[in-house]
């Protein structure tokens, strides 16, 4: 028997890499070039993607979908994401408004909307909550969820970001289990790994997608104690590994997690992209993780 909510290792729902697209905007390409890279990195089996309303000015949304126009049935063979709920900062009648985080069922409802006519798709296969919202009414999403659902806008569910207790409130309540939770895990920042949240991801087969892989560049260029570590450490694994970068070791150290993370990719590169599936062919014994795990705590870990 499986608990209220719970389900089957959601595996074949995303790829185990995932392409992002927040940095789009940055990658200076034409629509062809565009539609060009998508076209690649599918033949390498990423087919999924990751998108947010925020990301990117342009939006990397619209630059997306200006791809698509080009060979709309690159479409069907996606699995499009794209998140909801931060609301950048703005000038209103000449009065600055902060930034701030909307799970209203109208935010959701209007944002979902946009997202698609940016993409220039019918639906979304994954919709998250971007971040936690701290007025969140976990009752309330899941009317936007259901009626999203009833539409056909939207096949599926998550969250990015969210604490586990955040993550147990509103799956105790959505209609459909939550399919993923978007976190933040690198040999810089491993408190997901350590804090419950992927003991209880594992706990109801959910597979989470780990975003920030790389450290945004820390782990190359970084100067603490903790980045000299790691790096250190990941040029000896590298060689013990016969890698071809320590990129590779950290993504195999990521894959040896139990819960099967997918990972996501930021490059616009695709020769860094095929680097980086490659990694799929290195294996840590336990010794080698844990090694990597103590560079990164900076004492012994048993």
Same mark, same amino acid.
């Given at each position: 028997?499986? @608990? $209220?909510?719970? +389900?089957?290792?959601?595996?074949?729902? !995303?790829?185990?890499?995932?392409?992002?697209?927040?940095?789009? /905007? %940055?990658?200076?390409?034409?629509?062809?070039?565009?539609?060009?890279?998508?076209?690649?990195?599918?033949?390498?089996?990423?087919?999924?993607?990751?998108?947010?309303?925020?990301?990117?000015?342009?939006?990397?949304?619209?630059?997306?979908?200006?791809?698509?126009?080009?060979?709309?049935?690159?479409?069907?063979?996606?699995?499009?994401?794209?998140?909801?709920?931060?609301?950048?900062?703005?000038?209103?009648?000449?009065?600055?408004?902060?930034?701030?985080?909307?799970?209203?069922?109208?935010?959701?409802?209007?944002?979902?909307?946009?997202?698609?006519?940016?993409?220039?798709?019918?639906?979304?296969?994954?919709?998250?909550?971007?971040?936690?919202?701290?007025?969140?009414?976990?009752?309330?999403?899941?009317?936007?969820? @259901? $009626?999203?659902? +009833?539409?056909?806008?939207?096949?599926? !569910?998550?969250?990015?970001?969210?604490?586990?207790?955040?993550? /147990? %409130?509103?799956?105790?309540?959505?209609?459909?289990?939550?399919?993923?939770?978007?976190?933040?895990?690198?040999?810089?920042?491993?408190?997901?790994?350590?804090?419950?949240?992927?003991?209880?991801?594992?706990?109801?087969?959910?597979?989470?997608?780990?975003?920030?892989?790389?450290?945004?560049?820390?782990?190359?260029?970084?100067?603490?104690?903790?980045?000299?570590?790691?790096?250190?450490?990941?040029?000896?694994?590298?060689?013990?590994?016969?890698?071809?970068?320590?990129?590779?070791?950290?993504?195999?150290?990521?894959?040896?997690?139990?819960?099967?993370?997918?990972?996501?990719?930021?490059?616009?590169?695709?020769?860094?992209?095929?680097?980086?599936?490659?990694?799929?062919?290195?294996?840590?014994?336990?010794?080698?993780?844990?090694?990597?795990?103590?560079?990164?705590?900076?004492?012994?870990?048993?």
């Amino acid at each position: 028997m499986t @608990e $209220k909510n719970q +389900q089957p290792r959601n595996d074949a729902l !995303f790829t185990d890499f995932i392409q992002g697209y927040w940095r789009m /905007a %940055l990658w200076g390409m034409t629509a062809q070039e565009r539609l060009t890279f998508i076209k690649q990195h599918m033949e390498l089996g990423i087919t999924t993607v990751d998108h947010a309303p925020v990301y990117g000015k342009p939006s990397c949304e619209l630059l997306f979908g200006e791809a698509l126009k080009l060979q709309p049935s690159v479409r069907d063979d996606l699995t499009i994401i794209s998140k909801c709920g931060i609301v950048p900062g703005k000038e209103v009648n000449g009065t600055s408004q902060v930034a701030y985080y909307d799970s209203r069922a109208s935010h959701i409802l209007s944002s979902v909307d946009e997202s698609l006519q940016r993409l220039g798709v019918d639906n979304l296969d994954i919709l998250l909550i971007h971040r936690p919202d701290l007025l969140m009414d976990a009752d309330e999403i899941n009317s936007a969820f @259901e $009626k999203l659902y +009833q539409a056909g806008k939207v096949k599926h !569910f998550g969250v990015s970001n969210f604490s586990k207790d955040e993550f /147990a %409130l509103l799956q105790s309540r959505v209609e459909k289990p939550l399919v993923t939770n978007q976190i933040e895990i690198n040999p810089l920042q491993t408190q997901a790994i350590e804090d419950g949240t992927l003991a209880q991801l594992q706990q109801h087969r959910v597979r989470p997608m780990v975003w920030s892989c790389l450290a945004g560049g820390d782990i190359y260029n970084g100067d603490s104690e903790q980045a000299c570590r790691v790096r250190d450490t990941l040029n000896v694994l590298k060689e013990e590994l016969n890698a071809d970068s320590i990129d590779q070791v950290i993504f195999a150290w990521l894959m040896r997690l139990p819960t099967k993370p997918a990972l996501l990719l930021g490059t616009g590169k695709i020769e860094r992209v095929r680097t980086a599936v490659a990694a799929q062919q290195l294996d840590l014994t336990h010794e080698q993780w844990y090694r990597l795990l103590e560079a990164s705590k900076g004492h012994g870990v048993a």
